[in-house]
């Protein structure tokens, strides 16, 4: 009995040091590429001129240029790998204590891989979506390329000058009418914003569906506080709202994109808390759903 008792705590031991290791390495992975990507914005814009030192030689700073866009998507992919390995780390610690915590409820709804595969459909939807609003994808049938002396298909690199995290700015023309505008600080906002609406919406998804398993039917109540929690993992939903309110749909697609386009800064940054705050607030509803049905 007692060789069972140590065995026991042995791997109690074992789990806590497991989860601990791997949400520690999530933190390590994670600040790294979020210090890299700081660190080579500041270094580019001094090499580049544009915080006052004398720039580079043009033909450097194009090659700087590219090193600093692979820089940006490597640094972004291990910040996001890190995220999801310390949301892996607390998928474990909740698992090892029995759950309890709000924190249990979150990670619990994606022990599920169909949430996963919702989440990823909901990121790459958003971001399309916000790609397009934030003039990320650009498709502009009233001007033509070519006409204005630009080969199609090309790419074209602007290496200086602007603020740390908006040079270089790279663009790529698909078509005579569609174009692909890289801004550092535009594709990182746009990646990290989808994930965390896809995570919302997922997370939402979970709470309807387990609200309909354990009482049978959902109240219109609850249909409207899931659909306000979807708009809430939407922050662009609110500025299509506002142009459309405001009319600005009424003068072509194009033409409210380009309108609305100065406002996504503000209606993301707004937006941001809510995205952090809501999947404790899911969790809250989560846990409330799951007491009910386990009396």
Not at 56 to 84: E, F, K, N, P
Not at 158 to 168: L, N, R
Request: charged content about 10%.
């Amino acid at each position: 009995m007692m060789a069972i008792r140590f065995n026991l705590k042995q791997d109690i031991l074992c789990t806590i040091m497991s989860w601990r290791a791997m949400r520690e390495s999530g933190y390590r992975i994670m600040f790294t590429g979020v210090f890299s990507l700081a660190i080579a914005f500041v270094i580019y814009s001094r090499l580049s001129g544009t915080s006052g030192d004398a720039p580079v030689q043009a033909s450097q700073l194009t090659d700087l240029a590219y090193a600093i866009l692979g820089v940006t998507a490597a640094s972004l992919a291990a910040a996001m790998y890190g995220a999801h390995t310390i949301f892996r780390a607390e998928q474990a610690r909740a698992a090892a204590s029995g759950g309890g915590s709000l924190m249990s409820f979150i990670t619990g709804a994606f022990s599920d891989g169909r949430y996963w595969r919702i989440m990823a459909i909901s990121a790459v939807g958003y971001g399309i979506f916000f790609a397009f609003l934030s003039q990320i994808l650009v498709y502009r049938p009233d001007v033509s390329f070519s006409e204005r002396g630009i080969a199609v298909p090309s790419t074209d690199l602007i290496p200086c000058c602007g603020a740390p995290g908006y040079m270089p700015m790279f663009t790529a023309y698909f078509t005579d009418h569609f174009l692909l505008l890289v801004i550092p600080v535009n594709v990182i906002l746009a990646a990290v914003v989808s994930v965390m609406v896809g995570f919302n919406v997922a997370l939402s998804v979970y709470a309807y569906r387990l609200r309909q398993a354990v009482q049978g039917k959902t109240s219109i109540v609850g249909g409207i506080g899931a659909a306000t929690g979807l708009f809430v993992g939407c922050p662009t939903c609110a500025g299509s709202m506002i142009s459309a309110v405001l009319g600005l749909g009424a003068i072509g697609a194009g033409a409210s994109t380009s309108a609305l386009a100065p406002f996504q800064t503000v209606f993301i940054a707004a937006s941001l808390p809510a995205l952090a705050l809501a999947p404790f607030l899911l969790a809250r509803s989560i846990r409330s759903i799951s007491m009910c049905g386990a009396k």
